[in-house]
Every structure is written in C-alpha cells, then in structure tokens.
C-alpha cells in the first residue's frame, strides 16, 4: 500500500505520519534481543559510552581553558590599553587589537571551538559578540547585515523594557535597509546609556571603574575562506571609527599568520591591526592526549584491538583530522561490541563486579562463553578429566570466573608497563618501538614481544648505553611503575611491580655509586692460562674451543658497570617480556577487546564503488550459484543477471559503444546456452523482443549506475564513463 | 553431514589424503566414497583456515588439475562454509585489476569477439557434459549434430564479421586467424569425444584471447593522432537495422514479463533468483540493528548494486510504522529542497512557511533540535540521496544540517558509482553515516524510468518514459481548452513534422512562418498573421513548439516533441 502511495509522477515527496499516539522510541527497544540478559548489557553499553565521553569531554575542557583564558584576558586588557592610548593621543586613529587564533587545518571540529569561545566571551567580557562566517560574507553589505543581526538579537533581551532607542532599532531590523558602521556606533551608544541608567547607582560606579565600555567581539571564522577585498574594506572602516568604537577582533586562521598577512590582506589593512597570536592545540596531539590518557588506561574496561585502533587511527590522520568523527567512531565500537558480543556482560569496570555478573548467570547464559573463540581454544587444550568438569555449571562459573580474574590482573599492569617500556624506549635513536605510546600499543597487540623486532633491537642499542643514559632511562621507565604500585596489592612474585620498582630503585643506586672506570677486577685467569689446549681432532673443534675461550675472557673483562647494566636489562627485559603478554592469548580477551576491524571497515568507511563493480564483475561473490563461479575469469555464464553480461560485454569498448553492436553481442552471451535445445528453431540476426527488452533494461539501469551516458557523437551510440581510452 | 567423521589432518597430509582419493577412483570404487571423502576434505580445509582465517577457496584452486570431480563436489560442500563476511573480507585484499578493469586496448568489434568467446565456453562446458552422458550413444549422430552446428556458427560470424567495416587490415588479419582457429576448435571438438581434447582447445581458445605483450605495448604508446581517430572506430551499424529500432514502454514492460513467466521455468535462472532472496533475507536481518543505530544518532546509508527501494518500504512498514516518516524519491527529476522542507513544515510543525530553505531549516532546527520540548521524532526516508535533483551542495548541506538534529533519522540509499563525491569532509562529520552493503541485484524499475534511453520511445532525455506519457497528457489538455482553429494550426504543424521523418536521410527542414501563414489562410483558419500569431503565444507558452530564426531572417516552427507522441496525438485525440 505504501509503496502505491509513495511513487507519482507529479511528486517527489511524501508524508506517512506515525499512526501510533506516542511516537517516542528508544533505542533499549531495538537492542538485540537474543544473548545473554540484553537490556543489561545495554545498560552497560550507555554506561561506559557515557563514562567515555565524559571523560574525554574534560580533557576538552582542560585543554582549552588555558587557551580562552589567554584570549579573554587578552581581550579585556587591550581594551583598557586603547582607553590609555586614546586619552594621550586623542583624534588620532588607533590600532584595532587583533587575536589572531591559529587553529590548524580542521574545518569539522572549528564550529564548535568557536561556538565554546563565543558563550565564554559572552560570559565573560561582553555582550556585544558576533561570529561571522565566510558564507554570509560575499560583499560588505551582507557582511554588516550578519553583523548587524547578531548584535541586535544578542542585545535584545537587554533592553525589553527600554523604549528609548526603538525607532532606530526597528529600523536596523528590517531585513532590507543597508546597515553602516555609523548606524551601529549611535546604536551602541544608546544602548550602553540605557544600560547604565538601568543599572542601580552602586553598581554604576563600579561599572565606570571596570570597564568604561564593554568591547564589541567580531570573531571571524576561517579566515582564509573570505575575500580579501571584503576583508580590507572590513578592517579599514573599521580602524576609521576604532578611537570611538571598542572593537576587537578574533581571526581563526587554519595555516598561518604570515601566510594570511602576505596573501590575504595588504600592507594598508595590516598596519592598522596590532596582532597577537594564540595557538589552538593541534588535532593530532589532542588525539594523542584522548589516548594516552582515555583510551590506554585501566580505567575503561572497554578497549580496543591493536587492529581496530590502528584502523581509527588511520582514518583519522589520513581522512578527516577530525576528533568528533573519530568519537563517533569510537561510540559505534561500543556499541557494536555490546550489541554482538553476548559476554560483554561481563565487560565491568572492577573485578568484583564481573564476578557477581557472572555468578548471576543462568546455565544456558554461560553456554555463549563456551562459544567465545579464545575460550574454545582454551577449552580444547584442557586435559580429559578437566574437561568433564566443565559440563558441570558450578565449576564452569568457578573456571570463567578464574580466568577473569587474570584478565583483570594483567590489565592491571599492562598500561603501566606499557607506558614504562615506552619511556624507557622513547628516547632511543631510530624509534625502534615508535614514536607514539599508541605504536607501541598496537605492535605489543599484534606480535609476542619476544618476537619483536623492535623490541630486539631497542635492547642491543642499550646494551652499548652509558651509565648517565642508562640511569636517566631507568628513572624514567621507574615513575609509570610507581604511579601504579601504590594500588597494587603486595605479592612476592619477582616480577610483581612493588618488588619491580625497589629492585629497579637498586639498581639506580648501585649504578650511581660506582665510578664508570673502576678497575677491572682482579681474578685469577692463571689457571686458565695453565689449561693447555688439547689435541683436537678436527679443525672445527679447536675453532669452537677458541670462540669459548674468547668469550670467558669477555665476560670476565667486564666491569662492575657493565655487570650491573647487563643485570638491570635482563631484568627489565625479563619483566616486560612477562608483563606485556600477548593478550589474546588470554582466554576470554573478547570480553574486553572490541576485535572486528572488518566491521569498522564496512560501515565506516566503506567502499561503494568497490561493491558495485565487485558485484557486476564478479557476481558470484553475493550470488553463491555454482555456475556464476567463472564470470571472474573472462567467461560470461548466461543465466548471470543481465546488468552483468552488459557490464562484462562494455569492458570491452573503447570510448564510445555502439548499441547495435553491444546488442547482438548481448544475445549472443544470452542465449548461448539455449542454443543447443533449440538449435531447430531458425538462427537469425533479428533480435527478439523479450532480449531486446532485457537489453534496453541493462543499458538503462547502467546508465542510472553512471557506467555510461547517451552521446550525440555518432547515432545510436553511448559514451563510457569509467576507465576508457582519452 | 552428520555421519560423516571429521578427521583433523595437518596441511601435509592433505596430499596425501587426496591422493588416497584418486587411488581409490581409479580402482572403480567411485561414487560414494569418493564422496565422503571430499566432505572429509571439506571439513578439514575448514578447519585447517579458520585459524588463519584466509577464505577456504584459494586452497581448493590449488588442486584444481589433479582432481576434477572431486572438486566439483567439495566445491559445493564450501558454498555452505563461505558466508558473505568471509567474501568482503577478501575482497578487500584482492587486487583491484580482478574488479575494475583497467584500460585495454581494444580492437574493433572486440566486444562481439568477447561474448562469441565466452559463449563458446559456455557451450563447450555443457557439451562437456554432455558428451559424458552420451558418451556410449550413437557416436555418428552425435558427430553429425556437431558438424551441423559448427556449419551455422562459422556461417553467423562470417555474416557478422562482414559487416564490420575494418580499418586496418592489421585487425582484419588478426580476426581471419581468429576465425580460422575457431574452425579447428570445433572440427577438433567435433571428431574427438575425449575430455583431454577439449581441454587443450579451451586452453588454445585462451591464448588467442590475448594480445601480445607486444601489441599492447604500441597500443598504449602510439601518437595522439592515432588514438584520436581510434575513438570512432565503432562500427557505422544503427538500430535501424532491427525489426522494432525504439521499444515503447508499454511493450518494454510487456516483453519483461514475458521474460519473467518464461525464466520461471528455467533452472539455471532460478538458481539466482533463489540467491538474490537469500541475500535479501539477510539484509532483512539487520532490521532491528538499523533502527537501534538510528536511534542512537548514526543515519544509515545503503549501498550496493540493485534498488533498494524495496528493502527500505519492508523496513518501514516493519518497524517504522508507528512514526512520523517522509519519503522522499531522490531520483524524481523535478524535485527541490524546498518542497522536502516545505513538506515537513507543513505536515508536522504546521506552520506557514517561509520562503527561503534557509530560514525553514532554521525553523526546523529549533524544532527538532536539543532544547525542543517535543519528543516527536521525524524518520526522513530518502530513495536516492544522490540523486539528479539532490546532488547539488546548497541542497546536501541542508541535509547534513538536518540529519544532525537528534530528533531526526535520516536512511537513506545511493546508486551511482561516484555518489560518494556530493559529501566534503564537514558533510560527512554531520551525517554521521553508517554504510551497509546492501547488493540484491533488484532491478531498478522505478528508479530508471525518469531517464531518457535511447533504445526507447520516449520525449528526449531526461524525461524518459513517464516524460512521455506527461507530454502526450500536457498536449491533450492544452488542446482541448483552445479553440478548433487553434487546434487546426497546430495539427498543420504536427502533420509537417511527421511528413518530413519519413524520409530520414534527408535533414529536415523546419517549416517557416510565411509557408504556415499561407497554409492557414488556404484552410480558413485564420484571417491576418496577428490571429495566427496569438494562436502560436498559446503552444509557446506550454513550450510545445519552438521558434527558432533562420539565416534568412525568418522565423521557423518547430514541434521538439517525440514522434510516437505527436502521431498518438493524432490518431486519439483530432479525430473526434
């Protein structure tokens, strides 16, 4: 029925209103209702997701504190200055003060940076902000109308009451007079009278010491994307009323400041600006920031595969730059991993928490941990006797419950040590384990760190360190490790963090005890001497005898500095190797690690044009039908759909198609598989309708897909879109 | 499957394995346990990649010389384990040559030569079939049948080729030696019954198929001049030559259900058509997963080859029935913005609405928006969000500030191949989509019927068939509120039109105001240029004919209807 209503041949558009009477949906409606307990985990999901994005929407903050400060203090200061300078050199054109906010290329995540700085200005110095955007901008006169606009409204609620000015403000509102600077100047000044007669006399005198009067904030976003000329006329009109005027100026600028004061404005507009830069924190190190202190942490027990990190990572730094869309990206994860994986439910935040979701379980809810991968895996290694206890409910809660409990265990730690090997590492010549903690992070997911090149590497080039290096590097990869050793319950495992760390503290000591150059110690080589060489038999066996004597001698020709070095890296390597385990090859990682980047790829960012003509070329990859299985390798099945035979048969032109011709060669794939049953039946050229039609269906529907597009070049001839000659 | 014991075999014994099933062939114990061999096989090749989580198929390539039966069997074992997750998986890897073709020199007539190859194989295969069945019947019948079959093909491509008109002779040759090996391709296959025969002509058949390094190399290296006058080197035939050259709509669709009632009963057609159901089954899967993330800010994009229009009305009707929706057709040529805007403002804010598509979207914003007080939410169901109408950025932008609002879900689906453009960097952060790959092979019914084709009748491009329906409904009812006199001039000119088609060669040529004037005069039907003048204002204004002015100064009429239109016109309505 819906579909008679919603095809015309007059209209385009069509309105179904909802028949319900309350038309609220939520979103708990549509989980997925199969698995373990699904409101739960959705639940859980809205929890952690909300937790993320708080989190990191402080860091937001914090990041950009320091900067709107800055530019709030620099506002209101160069307000009093140009109320100095004007008192010494009166009539003389003053400079119009000018925060040039250099904000990097990132178009996406600007809207809302300047959108915070505008109610933080508004806030704080004055009421009197406009924001202007290039789109609004193309000639003056738009560009004081956007202006003009803003200032009115924002001033608006000011003054309901006062009557005084409303001639000349209903004036200004309409839509089509032209607005000038100098209407705005009588506007500003009679709404600062009226705001200083509303205000009670006690606040008045305040007010008069404060700020005599308030600055008018013209923020221009993205100033690279307005015309020059616009621009300069902008800046010289408004330098000509800048003695009685208060405005101030803020410039986003996504490239540079020189770049905009040798391209974009003049030498005549410049010298009437006194610039002062401000630099927005660069997208990539605020991402750097949201990872290194959001997303590598114990604190969320949701996390990311290396695989799927990666995958994010490049899209951002090859894509977008964009931290809202990289968020969003982030918030599908999340949601994607609650929503498939059933054992997300375990997915808590303390171990406490895990263990009593677990305990909960019913026994066919456990069953979906028994289908989990990892656990499989983990399962199949078991010995035969454990392997009956499993079936038992009781015991199998008791095992998943375990095996948690070291998941949680080794998160606990993992961070840590990852940020201390990635100090310990980071100053290295080369980068062997990456710049960026988040290289690291992945690589530790991808590979065993014993197998680990980099990892290899980074150790022999310590090996030869010297001993200020050595300690500088110890001390840092030391702090990361007390920072969680505090938390950490006392255990006498060697390779626990509290034994770790003093033994580590030891070391430092001991290494800076003792000179660099302290003498060899003596030892007694005069037995060695005394030890003849044997007669060997074969030439091989006196080389190797040799090669062991040789390295004796080493050894014993180290000095206590190589000694203690050559100990503090076993160990640590020792302990890295132990601490950065592999992690899937935990059981029951998945509970944790969101692990499907081809689902990131698919509905991220996914390739349609790669699913089109994958389709077309190779059917048999959606269509599972035995005899399609050929159409890749230049042979065209006659029962493949038709837009696949004509698709296959326009690989095969140059530029331009003549119909006729694709046509006869159309039914001859066609019915190239009849022929044999119908060889009796007369062979001529004429086409029949029914392959005619299927024809004209295939052209029009490839013609709607934009593979080709009709041509007046020749008659009956169609024009190639992709991948022709010319 | 059940019966059958799973062995877990390392990828060294699989030779082995295999080898254990030739042997076995051959001593003649052939079907069944060849059979459950293969499964076993299956089962461990299965097993063996799902730890390296490569698609099962490359191994199966590997064997394909040593054993054929066995393959075909295992094959269809693997059709099961294959899911469609496994296939794009692959398929991203794959290298791009294996999906888009990359420029090619090509030949005349290389198309023809194309599908007569590929046909050839295709029947080949099923002779290959065949000759295994009737391998022990009369074996002079058989030949007898071939040779008459072989007469008739060699006869259709020689009166093919001849037709072609080759400019080089180079080519020419090239196809002789084509067609001379093609001979002995079917005369070897025609005396010989033998399985190993007919895999070296397959392999013969091959290598004709491409062109020497050598040949490729000056293709893609000779002058401009060359390829300038290669890019006309199609063939000079028109679709004049066919018995029916431009197929109304009526009889398009006729004849496509004809086709439809007929593949019924074909088996190899159903087979796909079983697949595409499969295929839309589990598309349908993912319904409550769409409405989850829609409901959780992400808009959902369809892409994929075959029209989506159905798939999206199942999706309404099943789970958006109880809300507020508008559809919208992206691909209707003459729709706008403003009308989607007015639409919504009209139905469910029910305000008057303003006149630029900017103040309405912020109308819309406030209403929707954060702050709103109403929960209401408005499902926006675009067909074709890359459509001719919407593809300009003025009307994506208002989308993308539309389908940012919390309160309002955007599902929406593209068709072209570069669709992907219409979206920069600060679009595509507001949309917030979520792809799916939605392939179903569905024909594009609905969606292709506004494009003008050239293979149909219709009135010019860009109206298509239902343009030309419009066009006739338009000339009829301005017809009908005109005055007999009117209707007698325009019936002058339509008639002028249709004479003069008649005779395509010659170029037609427009009739001049002063022969139309004089004609009137002679018929009474009007009495000064001024009155003939006032009648022609009338068809103007509907942009019925056109006036163009000719070197000589004067005036020209034409009618830029289409034909069949104008001669439909007059066979219905001046008659009575």
Not at chain 1, 160 to 178: A, E, F, I, Q
Request: proline content about 3%; charged content about 25%.
């Amino acid at each position: 029925m819906e579909d008679i209503a919603a095809s015309s041949i007059s209209k385009g558009c069509f309105f179904i209103p909802g028949n319900a009477k309350s038309s609220t949906i939520q979103a708990s409606d549509h989980f997925d209702d199969c698995g373990v307990k699904p409101q739960l985990r959705w639940k859980m999901a809205q929890k952690i997701w909300n937790e993320i994005e708080d989190s990191i929407s402080n860091l937001h903050i914090e990041i950009q504190e320091k900067l709107f400060n800055d530019l709030v203090q620099y506002i209101k200061l160069a307000q009093e200055k140009q109320y100095e300078k004007n008192d010494l050199s009166r009539g003389k054109r003053t400079e119009i003060p000018t925060a040039a906010l250099i904000t990097g290329v990132n178009m996406t995540d600007h809207v809302t940076l300047f959108s915070q700085l505008y109610t933080k200005i508004k806030e704080d110095v004055s009421s009197y902000v406009a924001i202007l955007e290039a789109k609004n901008c193309s000639n003056m006169k738009s560009l004081m109308r956007a202006l003009g606009d803003q200032l009115l409204n924002v001033c608006e609620d000011n003054e309901k009451d006062g009557t005084t000015n409303n001639d000349l403000l209903v004036y200004m509102k309409k839509k089509s007079t032209p607005l000038t600077i100098s209407m705005l100047e009588k506007w500003y000044f009679k709404s600062i009278a009226t705001k200083f007669l509303q205000t009670s006399p006690s606040k008045k005198r305040k007010l008069i010491n404060e700020i005599p009067n308030p600055p008018i904030i013209v923020i221009c976003q993205q100033l690279e994307a307005f015309s020059p000329k616009v621009l300069q006329e902008f800046i010289l009109m408004c330098s000509f009323h800048a003695q009685r005027l208060p405005i101030v100026f803020v410039f986003g600028i996504a490239t540079s400041w020189s770049d905009v004061s040798q391209r974009l404005l003049p030498h005549s507009a410049i010298v009437h600006l006194s610039v002062e830069r401000f630099h927005a924190p660069s997208a990539s190190s605020h991402l750097a920031l949201i990872i290194d202190r959001i997303l590598l942490t114990s604190q969320h027990p949701f996390k990311l595969s290396g695989k799927c990190f990666q995958l994010i990572l490049d899209v951002f730094l090859c894509h977008d730059f964009s931290i809202a869309n990289f968020l969003h990206t982030l918030k599908f994860c999340v949601m994607e991993h609650f929503y498939e994986q059933s054992a997300s439910i375990a997915c808590c935040a303390s171990l406490q928490e895990s263990i009593d979701m677990i305990c909960n379980l019913k026994k066919n809810e456990l069953k979906e941990f028994k289908k989990i991968e990892s656990m499989k895996r983990h399962l199949a290694s078991l010995k035969a006797d454990k392997q009956k206890c499993i079936k038992d409910g009781t015991k199998f809660k008791a095992l998943v419950a375990k095996l948690l409990e070291d998941l949680h265990q080794f998160h606990n730690f993992y961070f840590s040590a990852l940020r201390s090997l990635h100090a310990f590492t980071a100053t290295l010549p080369h980068y062997p384990m990456g710049k960026q903690i988040r290289e690291l992070y992945c690589s530790c997911f991808r590979t065993e760190l014993t197998k680990h090149d980099g990892f290899q590497q980074a150790f022999t080039i310590l090996k030869v360190s010297s001993r200020d290096q050595l300690i500088e590097r110890l001390e840092s990869c030391l702090k990361p490790l007390q920072l969680s050793e505090l938390s950490s319950d006392s255990s006498q495992d060697e390779l626990h963090f509290s034994t770790a760390c003093s033994r580590i503290k030891y070391l430092i000591n001991s290494l800076k005890s003792i000179g660099e150059n302290d003498e060899v110690e003596m030892n007694e080589n005069t037995e060695d001497r005394e030890e003849q060489l044997e007669t060997v038999k074969y030439a091989y066996q006196l080389q190797e005898r040799l090669r062991a004597k040789a390295e004796k001698k080493r050894v014993k020709k180290m000095t206590k500095y190589e000694k203690l070095r050559e100990e503090a890296l076993t160990f640590l390597r020792k302990f890295y190797e132990y601490h950065l385990r592999k992690v899937k090859s935990f059981p029951l990682y998945e509970v944790f690690y969101f692990d499907s980047s081809a689902t990131i790829r698919r509905h991220i960012v996914a390739a349609p044009r790669l699913s089109i003509q994958t389709a077309l070329s190779d059917p048999y990859q959606y269509l599972q039908v035995a005899s399609l299985e050929t159409a890749a390798s230049g042979v065209i099945p006659s029962n493949a759909p038709d837009i696949c035979v004509a698709y296959k048969l326009h690989n095969e032109s140059g530029n331009i198609i003549n119909l006729y011709d694709w046509l006869m060669a159309f039914q001859t794939v066609v019915t190239s598989q009849r022929e044999d049953k119908e060889n009796e039946h007369e062979e001529s050229d004429d086409v029949d309708d029914i392959t005619q039609a299927r024809f004209i269906k295939a052209v029009s529907e490839l013609q709607f897909l934009g593979f080709i597009k009709p041509t007046k070049k020749k008659t009956d001839h169609v024009q190639r879109l992709t991948w022709s000659h010319t | 499957m059940a019966t059958v014991p799973i062995v877990y075999v390392a990828n060294e014994d699989v030779g082995t394995l295999i080898k254990g099933i030739v042997a076995k062939k051959k001593r003649g114990n052939v079907r069944k346990s060849a059979n459950q061999l293969a499964k076993a096989f299956a089962e461990t090749k299965e097993d063996a990649y799902s730890l390296t989580s490569k698609p099962p198929k490359k191994k199966n390539e590997q064997n394909t010389g040593t054993k054929r039966s066995v393959q075909d069997e295992s094959d269809k074992e693997l059709l099961s384990v294959v899911g469609a997750v496994e296939l794009f998986d692959e398929n991203v890897s794959q290298c791009g040559t294996q999906v888009y073709s990359f420029k090619t020199p090509k030949r005349n007539a290389q198309m023809t030569k194309f599908a007569e190859e590929s046909a050839m194989k295709v029947r080949m295969k099923q002779r290959e079939k065949e000759t295994e069945e009737e391998c022990q019947s009369s074996q002079a019948d058989n030949t007898n049948r071939k040779t008459r079959l072989r007469e008739k093909r060699i006869k259709a491509k020689h009166h093919l080729r001849g037709n072609v008109h080759s400019i080089l002779t180079e080519s020419e040759s090239s196809d002789e030696k084509f067609s001379s090996s093609d001979e002995e391709i079917y005369a070897e296959q025609a005396s010989n019954n033998e399985t190993k025969c007919n895999k070296t002509s397959l392999r013969s058949s091959n290598r004709l198929q491409l062109p020497t390094e050598r040949e490729l190399y000056f293709d893609a290296h000779d002058g401009e001049k060359e390829s300038h006058s290669r890019q006309c080197k199609t063939s000079d035939r028109t679709l004049q030559k066919l018995k029916n050259p431009r197929m109304a709509p009526e009889e398009l669709s006729r004849a496509l259900l004809k086709h439809r009632d007929k593949s019924q009963k074909v088996e190899s057609i159903q087979a796909i058509e079983s697949a595409q159901k499969k295929l839309s089954e589990t598309y349908r899967q993912c319904y409550k997963k769409w409405m989850f993330y829609l409901c959780n800010n992400f808009n959902i994009l369809l892409h994929g080859l075959g029209s989506k229009k159905d798939l999206i009305h199942a999706f309404c009707s099943d789970k958006l029935a109880a809300q507020n929706k508008l559809v919208v057709n992206g691909f209707f040529p003459a729709l706008s913005i403003k009308s989607i805007l007015t639409h919504i403002c009209d139905e469910i804010i029910k305000v008057p609405h303003t006149q630029n598509p900017e103040d309405q979207l912020e109308i819309l914003q406030q209403y929707f928006g954060k702050e709103s007080s109403s929960k209401e939410s408005l499902f926006l169901v675009i067909h074709n969000i890359d459509g001719i109408s919407l593809r300009n950025s003025r009307t994506q932008s208002i989308l993308s500030h539309l389908a940012e609002l919390p309160h309002v879900h955007i599902i929406a689906s593209i068709d072209h191949i570069n669709a992907a453009l219409i979206w920069d960097q600060a679009k595509l952060s507001r949309f917030h989509w979520l792809w799916y790959d939605v392939t179903n092979y569905a024909s594009y019914d609905e969606e292709t019927s506004y494009e003008g084709s050239l293979l149909l009748t219709g009135a010019g491009p860009g109206m298509g068939s239902h343009g030309a329906a419009l066009a006739l409904s338009g000339l009829v009812h301005v017809a009908r509120s005109l005055t007999s006199n009117a209707r007698g001039v325009f019936r002058i000119l339509t008639e002028h039109e249709l004479e003069d088609n008649d005779d395509a060669d010659t170029v037609k040529e427009d009739f001049s105001f002063t022969d139309l004037y004089q004609k009137c005069r002679e018929l009474f039907l009007v009495n000064s240029e001024l009155t003939l003048r006032a009648h022609l204002t009338e068809f103007l204004d509907h942009k019925l004919i056109q006036i163009r002015k000719g070197p000589d100064g004067g005036e020209y009429l034409s009618v830029p209807l289409d034909h069949s239109t104008l001669r439909d016109y007059l066979e219905q309505h001046e008659t009575h």
